[in-house]
């Protein structure tokens, strides 16, 4: 079956405008997880969604950044009032249970370039 | 303060060598360990598991080691080819409630034909 898809591939915005990222998991996955790849550097955890249950939002930078997972499948990343320093890649990942036992598959993630 | 250590100097070997990768995490107590292989532009792969009662690992060339004393794990590729030319990444659960990983900023390895 299809893998975690992402789109767009590539957003360059103008600083101060909002940007949503989609992320698409796999079919069947309960976990879903944002993180952020700035250039050399590893991945920053952003967001866990597990289930129907409340979202780890504690890695999110600021207010600024906000996430949604619809129906327990598709999530949507929202980063508002962008800001050079929001340049980075986003990926997004999903699992079929706990992500301690069991594989994270990831997307191809989203290029941000913030202008 | 709480992290997780990988090299950040490139690792270049000899095609047929072995790589030794290596990953270091202060304030930890992981009950599990994964190694993730990411290429130029894509998302990371998962590549093994080990778990806290593990010492070590194998799937065909690759071999990894989970010391919880020395709070370190070491990453083995026998026999090394130039497809294996990857950044790979460790990461672990941390234990605090939050469920993601949290990753190491990954070692580059270059294998030389």
């Known amino acids: 079956g299809a893998g975690v898809s992402q789109s767009p591939s590539n957003k360059v915005t103008e600083k101060g405008k909002d940007v949503e990222l989609r992320c698409d998991p796999i079919s069947g996955h309960t976990a879903l997880y944002w993180y952020r790849q700035s250039l050399g550097q590893g991945l920053e955890f952003l967001i866990y969604f597990q289930g129907n249950s409340a979202p780890d939002k504690s890695g999110l930078p600021s207010d600024r950044f906000s996430a949604e997972r619809t129906g327990g499948s598709v999530s949507t990343l929202t980063i508002q009032r962008t800001q050079q320093e929001d340049s980075a890649v986003y990926l997004c990942?999903?699992?079929?249970?706990?992500?301690?036992?069991?594989?994270?598959?990831f997307g191809p993630g989203t290029r941000l370039t913030v202008l | 303060s709480q992290k997780i250590e990988q090299n950040s100097e490139a690792l270049n070997i000899q095609e047929g060598k072995t790589a030794t990768l290596t990953c270091n995490y202060t304030n930890y107590s992981p009950a599990y360990l994964q190694w993730y292989r990411q290429d130029p532009g894509r998302g990371p792969v998962f590549l093994l598991l080990?778990?806290?009662?593990?010492k070590e690992k194998r799937k065909e060339r690759l071999k990894v080691t989970f010391d919880t004393t020395l709070k370190q794990s070491l990453f083995h590729i026998t026999a090394s080819q130039p497809a294996d030319s990857a950044t790979y990444l460790c990461?672990?659960?941390?234990?605090?409630?939050?469920?993601?990983?949290?990753f190491g900023s990954g070692t580059r390895l270059q294998v030389q034909p």
């Open positions: 990942a999903s699992s079929f249970t706990d992500p301690s036992t069991d594989t994270q598959y």
């Open positions: 080990i778990r806290e009662n593990e």
């Open positions: 990461a672990l659960d941390i234990g605090t409630g939050r469920r993601a990983l949290t």
